[in-house]
């Protein structure tokens, strides 16, 4: 095993809207998943709302996906179940739990603020006072243990009015809304967050729309690249900001990270996988770290006929307001051919061809941890950022014994094969600074909306119906994972 670095940063993730509950408390306002019912593997997740004519009804797709009617409006229905709005309930238990990552061992605790728990509606002239000290307490809490925060700005919970009066992130005033939002919190903890993330996920768009396969139109593609480019925008203006309000803030995207690979040796499907890296990965990269659409981006826009709304401040800003290091999430690689298939699987919102070669998990998402090694290479050679894998993890049925205790031997597993990798990587000359696995403790799923479909190493006592008593319980993975900090990564037994 190669030593990993002496400051590596070792803890664990998870999201506001996954996370607090506590939906309509203290002045928060809606959130996309607010409206958004409980699903499972094999079903999908709705979005919930009142029609113009006043009947209820629901929608397929998830966030800026969800399409409702004209003239409908978001809406909590009271014939639906909404797992998110009671969450875990981080919001009322954060000591506690707070209080458990320490024991692991935590240096770094990655979060998210709720923007609706700031600006209720978006747009508000000023910021949510309750907002701005629940976010005080849980910061002053972590540095109560020395664990470093890593703060996502926003995670999939753009407030529900600017979605309902503003169409979302396709409008470009949400610029302005959201760096107001950005500098607010960033004054705020200018003395308690060092570390910020702007945008969770950001590519999740380009996947979406390449999961459509050819099939969605030239107006999906033109509103989903606008929309990417409108946060690039947000982006880079926060990143320029905040180093005004602090020079020493360090300042991250965020890219689901998938690794592609060619199902065949078929040069179409070589070219088809590296295809798919520029479009669902390269493209976000590119801009937060190198400051400029990467070369094949008017390929991918002509394909389309998108014409962008980019002005000459728009570029001056992608210029000056990268990003300081590159995080990822990480959970399984895919197979691209273009080739006829029959046997598909998919995962984290995306689908592809099975490689014979790995095993798969339960919601079909290949278990791949020399794939991780291989992004972390591939993105290192081709940004020299320093690197983050800000998501990681194994969602899993675990089963409660009579005792008690949880035996999570796989997810064990799962993580030890990621964690080796990782040191193969540093080995291979990357600087990987952090490590923050998914669900540090059982969340909401945001793909399913399952609470079955668990990451953490703590057990939280609830189910997919949102019974039970909410009673924290460490796994055999948590007092597995205290060993791997407590050794910096070299005790994996």
């Known amino acids: 095993m190669t030593q990993f670095p002496k400051n590596f940063l070792w803890g664990g993730a998870i999201a506001a809207n996954q996370a607090e509950g506590a939906y309509n408390e203290d002045g928060r306002g809606l959130v996309q998943t607010d409206v958004t019912t409980g699903g499972t593997v094999d079903s999908p997740r709705?979005?919930?709302?009142?029609?113009?004519?006043?009947?209820?009804g629901k929608a397929g797709g998830m966030g800026h996906n969800a399409r409702i009617p004209e003239g409908a409006t978001f809406a909590v229905l009271d014939d639906y179940y909404y797992p998110n709005h009671k969450a875990v309930d981080f919001y009322h238990r954060y000591k506690e739990d707070?209080?458990?990552?320490?024991?692991?061992?935590?240096s770094i605790f990655r979060l998210s603020i709720s923007w609706a728990r700031i600006f209720p509606n978006g747009d508000d002239a000023e910021p949510n006072q309750a907002g701005l000290d629940f976010y005080r307490s849980v910061f002053e809490e972590c540095h109560k243990y020395n664990i470093e925060p890593l703060v996502s700005i926003w995670h999939f919970d753009t407030p529900l009015a600017l979605e309902q009066n503003y169409g979302g992130w396709k409008n470009r005033k949400l610029i302005g809304f959201y760096v107001k939002y950005a500098e607010t919190i960033m004054k705020e903890y200018k003395d308690l967050v060092k570390y910020w993330l702007t945008f969770n996920e950001i590519n999740n768009t380009t996947m979406f729309l390449d999961m459509m396969g050819g099939h969605g139109t030239d107006a999906d593609y033109q509103e989903g690249y606008q929309v990417l480019h409108n946060q690039f925008v947000a982006s880079?203006?926060?990143?320029?900001?905040?180093?005004?309000?602090?020079?020493?803030?360090?300042?991250?995207?965020?890219i689901c990270g998938i690794t592609f690979y060619p199902a065949t040796c078929d040069p179409a499907d070589i070219l088809a996988a590296e295809h798919k890296w520029q479009s669902g990965i390269y493209y976000c990269g590119d801009v937060q770290v190198k400051g400029a659409y990467g070369t094949y981006a008017k390929k991918l826009w002509t394909e389309h006929n998108v014409e962008l709304e980019i002005t000459e401040e728009d570029l001056d800003d992608l210029?000056?307001?990268?990003?300081?290091?590159?995080?990822?999430?990480?959970?399984?690689?895919?197979?691209?051919?273009?080739?006829?298939?029959?046997?598909?699987?998919?995962?984290?919102?995306?689908?592809?061809?099975?490689?014979?070669?790995?095993?798969?998990?339960?919601?079909?998402?290949?278990?791949?941890?020399?794939?991780?090694?291989?992004?972390?290479?591939?993105?290192?050679?081709?940004?020299?950022?320093?690197l983050m894998v800000v998501e990681n993890g194994l969602g899993a049925f675990d089963?409660?014994?009579?005792?008690?205790?949880?035996?999570?031997?796989?997810?064990?597993?799962?993580?030890?094969?990621?964690?080796?990798?990782?040191?193969?990587?540093?080995?291979?000359?990357?600087?990987?600074?952090?490590?923050?696995?998914w669900g540090c403790i059982d969340l909401v799923s945001a793909g399913t909306g399952e609470m079955r479909k668990r990451y953490g190493f703590i057990y939280v006592d609830m189910d997919d119906a949102g019974n039970g008593t909410l009673e924290r319980t460490p796994k055999d993975s948590f007092y597995w994972y205290q060993k791997v900090i407590a050794s910096n990564g070299q005790d994996l037994e």
Do not use: C
């Open 236 to 254: 880079a203006k926060t990143v320029r900001l905040g180093k005004t309000i602090n020079p020493d803030f360090v300042f991250g995207n965020m």
């Open 399 to 437: 089963t409660v014994e009579a005792d008690g205790s949880i035996h999570d031997d796989y997810r064990i597993d799962y993580h030890r094969a990621h964690i080796k990798a990782m040191s193969d990587a540093i080995a291979n000359g990357v600087d990987l600074i952090a490590y923050t696995t």
């Open 98 to 106: 707070i209080k458990l990552f320490a024991e692991m061992g935590y």
């Open 46 to 56: 709705y979005t919930t709302y009142i029609d113009k004519d006043g009947k209820p």
């Open 319 to 386: 210029k000056n307001g990268t990003v300081d290091i590159y995080t990822f999430s990480y959970y399984m690689s895919n197979n691209v051919t273009t080739h006829e298939i029959t046997d598909k699987v998919a995962g984290n919102f995306s689908a592809g061809v099975r490689n014979p070669y790995l095993t798969y998990s339960d919601w079909g998402w290949a278990h791949d941890a020399m794939g991780l090694q291989y992004y972390l290479e591939k993105i290192y050679d081709r940004y020299q950022v320093p």
